[in-house]
């Protein structure tokens, strides 16, 4: 279609990462953009949380920690003429993590492979031996996988390009991350340590698709990274960003319902009026959104029966913790792993809450300190735990129960007096992602990402149902995570220019100008 002279106007549901990163493009392509967001803060789950208290202001990550991959981000601000680590401080961690094993032992993991192998090795020698060929098994998975994350999958026939066959040889649906895994590593501490990666997509090792050893792949590849000011730094800085292009950023007014004309979206319904819009996104959650926004007599592939019998992630149990004083000894990020971890995830996939479960610690002011106030530091605690489905687990009884649990399993990491420090506390528990977040069964990273729910069968970047409805976000294609996140922002925003009439610069991923950055690595504080 050739270049239209209308300025296109776009509206946005949400204003996560992937909303965000969807606006900046469509406005560097010239629409002109509104993103209304129900919350009186910007960045969705990945937002910064503040408790203040006597001592100062304490800051938290909501949700994503890790920050993976920035590559695609840093494409997203090339694009818009800006470099993302002029904006953010980007932190690579080495150590990245402090797994410990309930079953015995523990490993720092290090991008520098030859210290790694000599962590691997003080679990099982001979699987240290392995891990050359796990990464380079990897990086031809990665590479082959590219074109397949970096495209729309819209029908069958996406399937048949070529670079799309010669990936999918790769997929061994009959494998999991476990069972691929087993073809490296004997030792199953080893395993976890290259697996527990399949809880950022909320699964289980156990089932997850083997191509998702990619995940672990990519953290000792390319890095694990703290942004300075914590992951809702990176959310305000595409702000100004947006700021800067135009974008109108319409906080505390939540959609009640997205208008339609036959099977168009038209615009969007607030409490301040009807707005018309040429084209319309959501990325709120997309079962959430979906059985809210959008009239179910509209939907064909995704009606409300449908959503209902989707397999949805798992949920998370959080402590926020402003606490006294410095936990020093404490790695950044420490995950702890049950002896029974099969036993946990099973629990997980029951809905239950485990009763001996594996947990992630942040302790995220050994490298960052400006987050507490002086004398203090920040403690974010995640529990996986099941999502809320059935009869599953009466949280409002349950809640103090679990919390004081998971303060005691911290003395399993080292940290003995927690609760004696606490000077400020923000719990939240399933039914919290679900009534205070809009996540639908509270599953904080959306739907499944099972084989059956996954490319042309997730919901498709440009609705499937309806016309000029968008998706951007976890909810999508290529699925939930930042990195890919981000993905889902580039492949929308160039299926709408095009649909739309408008002519980008940044049409294709491989054509963007790739700012040439090697951040440092964080020095602990
Ligand atoms: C606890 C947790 C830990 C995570 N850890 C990591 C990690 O370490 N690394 C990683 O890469 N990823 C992680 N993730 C996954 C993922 O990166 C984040 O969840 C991410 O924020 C999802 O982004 P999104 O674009 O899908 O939108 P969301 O963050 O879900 O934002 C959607 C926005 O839509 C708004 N909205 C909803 N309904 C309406 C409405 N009707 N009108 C207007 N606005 C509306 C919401 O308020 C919200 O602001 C984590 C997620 C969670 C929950």
């Known amino acids: 279609m050739p270049p239209h002279s209308k300025t296109r106007s776009i509206g946005i549901v949400g204003a996560g990462p992937g909303g965000l990163a969807a606006a900046m493009l469509l406005a560097q392509a010239g629409a002109d953009v509104?993103?209304?967001?129900?919350?009186?803060?910007?960045?969705?789950?990945?937002?910064?949380?503040?408790?203040?208290?006597?001592?100062?202001?304490?800051?938290?990550?909501?949700?994503?920690?890790?920050?993976?991959?920035?590559?695609?981000?840093?494409?997203?601000?090339?694009?818009?003429?800006?470099?993302?680590?002029?904006?953010?401080?980007?932190?690579?961690?080495?150590?990245?993590?402090?797994?410990?094993?309930?079953?015995?032992?523990?490993?720092?993991?290090?991008?520098d492979l030859e210290r790694m192998a000599a962590e691997i090795a003080r679990l099982n020698p001979h699987d240290a031996l392995a891990l050359p060929r796990f990464m380079a098994e990897n990086r031809t998975k990665l590479a082959a996988f590219r074109p397949v994350l970096e495209n729309a999958f819209n029908s069958m026939r996406d399937y048949l390009r070529p670079d799309v066959l010669r990936s999918l040889r790769l997929l061994r649906p009959h494998r999991t991350v476990d069972t691929d895994l087993a073809s490296h590593f004997d030792d199953e501490r080893v395993r976890l340590a290259f697996s527990f990666q399949s809880k950022y997509l909320g699964m289980s090792p156990f089932r997850c698709p083997s191509l998702f050893t990619i995940l672990s792949f990519m953290e000792y590849e390319f890095g694990v990274f703290h942004p300075k000011g914590g992951t809702g730094a990176v959310m305000?800085?595409?702000?100004?960003?947006?700021?800067?292009?135009?974008?109108?950023?319409?906080?505390?007014?939540?959609?009640?319902?997205?208008?339609?004309?036959?099977?168009?979206?038209?615009?969007?319904?607030?409490?301040?009026?009807?707005?018309?819009?040429?084209?319309?996104?959501?990325?709120?959650?997309?079962?959430?959104?979906?059985?809210?926004?959008?009239?179910?007599?509209?939907?064909?592939?995704?009606?409300?029966?449908?959503?209902?019998?989707?397999?949805?992630?798992?949920?998370?149990?959080?402590?926020?913790?402003?606490?006294?004083?410095?936990?020093?000894?404490?790695?950044?990020?420490?995950?702890?792993?049950?002896?029974?971890?099969?036993?946990?995830?099973?629990?997980?996939?029951?809905?239950?809450?485990?009763?001996?479960?594996?947990?992630?610690?942040?302790?995220?002011?050994?490298?960052?300190?400006?987050?507490?106030?002086?004398?203090c530091s920040t403690l974010y605690v995640l529990v996986p735990v099941g999502n809320r489905h059935g009869e599953g687990v009466d949280w409002a009884n349950e809640q103090a129960r679990y919390r004081a649990m998971t303060l005691k399993r911290l003395e399993r990491i080292g940290l003995r007096d927690v609760e004696r420090r606490i000077v400020t506390e923000k719990m939240l528990t399933p039914v919290g992602w679900e009534r205070d977040m809009s996540i639908h069964r509270g599953a904080t990273f959306n739907l499944a990402h099972s084989l059956n729910q996954m490319l042309h069968r997730r919901p498709r970047n440009r609705f499937e149902d309806l016309d000029g409805l968008y998706l951007v976000g976890g909810g999508t294609h290529p699925g939930s995570g930042l990195p890919v996140i981000f993905e889902s922002a580039r492949i929308t925003a160039r299926l709408m220019a095009e649909d739309l009439g408008m002519d980008p610069h940044w049409s294709a991923p491989s054509k963007m100008a790739l700012p040439d950055y090697e951040p440092a690595l964080a020095e602990p504080a």
Request: aromatic share 8%; charged share 30%; proline share 5%.
């Open 34 to 111: 509104t993103i209304y967001e129900s919350k009186d803060r910007l960045g969705g789950r990945s937002a910064t949380l503040t408790q203040d208290s006597e001592r100062g202001r304490f800051r938290f990550d909501m949700g994503p920690t890790f920050f993976l991959y920035p590559r695609v981000l840093a494409d997203i601000f090339a694009a818009c003429g800006r470099v993302l680590e002029d904006e953010v401080e980007l932190m690579r961690l080495d150590p990245q993590y402090h797994l410990i094993f309930e079953a015995g032992g523990e490993m720092h993991a290090t991008p």
């Open 236 to 375: 305000a800085a595409m702000a100004d960003v947006a700021s800067d292009l135009g974008i109108k950023i319409r906080l505390s007014e939540p959609v009640e319902t997205i208008l339609f004309e036959g099977r168009r979206a038209v615009g969007v319904r607030t409490a301040r009026g009807d707005i018309r819009h040429d084209a319309m996104v959501v990325n709120a959650d997309f079962a959430d959104a979906m059985t809210k926004l959008v009239p179910d007599r509209l939907r064909r592939r995704w009606s409300d029966r449908r959503i209902a019998g989707k397999k949805f992630s798992c949920s998370t149990f959080m402590l926020y913790l402003g606490l006294d004083g410095a936990s020093d000894d404490i790695a950044h990020h420490t995950i702890y792993l049950s002896k029974d971890y099969r036993r946990n995830v099973a629990e997980i996939e029951a809905g239950e809450a485990p009763s001996d479960p594996s947990f992630y610690v942040q302790n995220a002011c050994v490298t960052d300190p400006d987050l507490a106030p002086r004398g």
